[in-house]
């Protein structure tokens, strides 16, 4: 997010970052960025749940196991309800992506702690216990969808489905990337373009 953050930094933009709270365990294909990664630097990584009972995720696999996932919905919640000052928007990367639509699940229209949400890389859960969250869920928060055409993690259509079924009046950057954050010229534009109605 350096780019990002430097580019908004000129829109009086600041960053809270929150942690995921599991560590997930070394796998060989969640580092698209960096390919030449070693299986240490990647077992320093962070998820919001994990999809088998071996400690590992795969959003690509449909299961009944979300361990981790209550710990983290009542992390970020209790986040969140302690902060002075409410925030503005949450911004959030692929599987904290997904996690973050769960979470606004949580809310009724009118209600949501944030007044916009840009997800990049995003998808549908495909743990079992999720299903009722998604039911009858339309997420009417403006919202901005990153997708990348050549995203080898989270298959493109995968965050066009969550995007266009869950969010009311979704809009969607695409750009011709892999599984990372794209700061082209015409993606800032784009960041710009969508943040500047909420300064």
Known sequence: TGSLRKLLKKHVAEFVF????????????????DPNATATSRSNERGWWFSSSDQTY??????????????SLDYVTKYINEQQVPFDGLLAFSQGA????????RFTTGTYPFRFVILIASFKSGQEQHRAMYENLQIDLPNLHVIGSDDRVIPCHMSE????????????LRHNGGHFIPTTSEAKASYIQFLDRFI
């Open 18 to 33: 929150i942690d995921a709270p599991h560590i997930i365990l070394a796998q060989d294909n969640t580092n698209e960025q």
């Open 58 to 71: 795969d959003p690509l696999a449909i299961t009944s196991c979300d361990l981790g996932f209550n710990e």
């Open 98 to 105: 997904a996690f973050a639509a769960l979470l606004l699940s």
């Open 161 to 172: 489905v969550l995007a266009n079924e869950y969010f009311k009046n979704a809009e969607i």
